[in-house]
């Protein structure tokens, strides 16, 4: 099978001219046809290959519906190759890079899968370059361009078509595609509250779906397009800024439509553990109630990043009871639980009834409010909303020396 691109036709027929110097005209004008025609057999593209097949420097391969292409590229002056993704209709807008800390110093490259599915790149002196490790074996396997932009390396005997051996969804570059899951939290934007994500602003968003995921112990909440021919992107830039980019009905520009952090109250945990942010006080953070700034000396100098701790310890006795935050991003969900069909009165009675729980809240602000979210231990990445924007509502738990302090509820 022959993998062609538009370099690599002008390599082919650049060798044949150069044997054909030699000969007579007839005979280069016949070579020429058949080089024409040679090159016109190939040029069909592919989205996979197996053992026993590669890819080289200048070959590519293009998912089924034409959107990406994965080869080899060029960055920087030096003219280092690396192997990437980028959307076959803009190859300057690189999604992935398998190689990017460590280039390849000539065009000798080449991509190829092993007989039990592993990818590796070599260069031209045939040391590893890249490799992936695989989470198991493969007994057909092959590695295939989605149209997702997902390169995987797969099991064709599987009958399960999520069964990935590996993906390069889970390595990110500095782009994530739509269906792309990430690791490092630089922004959050909090779960699904039974009426829009929580902490962003009620839109009614043309181009994306909210989909949300239960399972016994987990919310998740994602999007996709709503239709599929809707190209998308989001991007780290160097700043720190996530931006949203979508390519316009010609099929040759990208539109910036969305960037986060806007504010800085929009950064990952920014006043620390059990601190809450509001960008219409000064300063921004404050710690919750009955909490006290854990270094006074950093917080008085701005530095939130150790957050806040009880000024009374619970002691999970009797008088113990919540005082009511109001209209905020509700903590992440790094330690909780989560219950859909309890009422809120449901809700504090579950975590009073368990001496780890530090606060809890409604999951769904919808039809008054229903379901039980559960924290334990700290609570971090709190934001506090002006009246307008009113989100949800969490009741924090103190101990009975600090209710009197406060409205409780």
Request: hydrophobic residues 35%; neutral net charge; aromatic residues 12%.
């Amino acid at each position: 099978m022959t993998f062609c691109s538009n370099s690599h036709i002008w390599m082919l027929f650049f060798s044949f001219r150069k044997v054909m110097e030699h000969l007579p005209y007839f005979t280069f004008f016949y070579a020429l046809i058949f080089s024409s025609s040679f090159l016109e057999f190939s040029v069909a593209a592919t989205d996979t290959i197996i053992p026993g097949q590669s890819i080289s420097d200048g070959q590519t391969l293009v998912s089924s519906s034409q959107r990406f292409e994965l080869g080899f590229f060029s960055s920087g002056r030096f003219e280092n190759k690396y192997l990437g993704i980028w959307y076959k209709a803009t190859p300057d807008t690189i999604v992935w890079t398998a190689n990017r800390n460590n280039p390849i110093k000539d065009s000798k490259g080449v991509l190829t899968i092993s007989s039990n599915g592993t990818l590796v790149l070599l260069n031209g002196t045939q040391t590893t370059i890249w490799s992936a490790n695989l989470s198991k074996t493969a007994v057909s396997p092959a590695a295939q361009l989605l149209d997702t932009g997902n390169f995987v390396s797969l099991d064709k005997a599987s009958k399960s078509s999520e069964s990935y051996m590996w993906q390069s969804f889970d390595f990110p570059s500095n782009t994530l595609l739509p269906g792309m899951k990430g690791s490092v939290k630089k922004y959050r934007s909090g779960p699904w509250n039974g009426v829009r994500f929580s902490g962003l602003p009620t839109i009614n968003n043309p181009v994306f779906r909210p989909i949300m995921v239960f399972n016994e112990s987990r919310l998740i909440s994602v999007s996709e397009p709503y239709n599929n021919s809707v190209i998308a992107r989001s991007v780290l830039n160097q700043s720190g800024l996530l931006e949203q980019y979508l390519m316009d009905e010609k099929g040759d520009k990208w539109t910036l439509t969305f960037n986060e952090p806007s504010e800085p109250c929009d950064n990952y945990g920014q006043c620390g553990p059990n601190g809450i942010c509001s960008i219409n006080e000064s300063p921004i953070c404050d710690c919750l109630k009955g909490f006290t700034p854990k270094s006074p000396h950093r917080w008085q100098l701005l530095d939130w990043s150790s957050g806040c701790v009880r000024k009374t310890p619970l002691e999970c006795k009797k008088g113990e009871g919540f005082i009511k935050v109001a209209g905020v991003k509700v903590p992440d969900l790094l330690e909780f639980q989560l219950n859909t069909s309890m009422s809120l009165a449901e809700c504090k009675a579950q975590c009073l009834n368990n001496c780890s729980c530090t606060a809890n809240a409604n999951s769904y602000i919808s039809g008054g409010g229903s379901g039980c979210l559960i924290w334990f231990g700290d609570l971090t990445d709190i934001k506090k909303f002006i009246a307008e924007e009113s989100e949800q509502d969490i009741y924090i738990r103190l101990p009975a020396s600090e209710l009197g302090k406060w409205v409780t509820f």
